[in-house]
């Protein structure tokens, strides 16, 4: 099983930037692809990211192209989702997934991320 945990979130004005990191723990993390979706509320949860296994590929929604940017350091099982010119729409709680062939998707708990206007 893999566990996952979220930090970085914060309240940020718009134009700023946040960095969120993703750390995993119970396998290993280089086995699984990883995603950033978001929910913000009373909407359903979105794709905004994903990385391959050893970082080669990278996809983004349309929303976020240009300006967050996914990476991983499968070292420190982490992966990171940089966040800059950040918009008072992209406020939400922010989840990873991690998947892999045979498993459940796994998620972590989430991290608020609030851009003031």
């Known amino acids: 099983q893999v566990q996952l945990v979220e930090s970085g979130g914060g309240l940020v004005q718009a134009g700023g930037s946040l960095r969120l990191s993703c750390a995993a723990s119970g396998r290993t993390f280089s086995r699984y692809t990883v995603g950033w979706f978001r929910q913000a509320p009373g909407k359903e949860r979105k794709f905004v990211a994903h990385?391959?296994?050893?970082?080669?590929?990278?996809y983004y929604a349309d929303s976020v192209k240009g300006r967050f940017t996914i990476s991983r350091d499968n070292a420190k099982n982490t992966v990171y989702l940089q966040m800059n010119s950040l918009k008072p729409e992209d406020t939400a709680v922010y989840y990873c997934?991690?998947?892999?062939?045979?498993?459940?998707?796994?998620w972590g708990q989430g991290t608020q991320v609030t851009v003031s206007s």
């Open positions: 997934t991690a998947r892999t062939s045979g498993e459940s998707d796994y």
């Open positions: 990385i391959t296994l050893s970082g080669g590929s990278t």
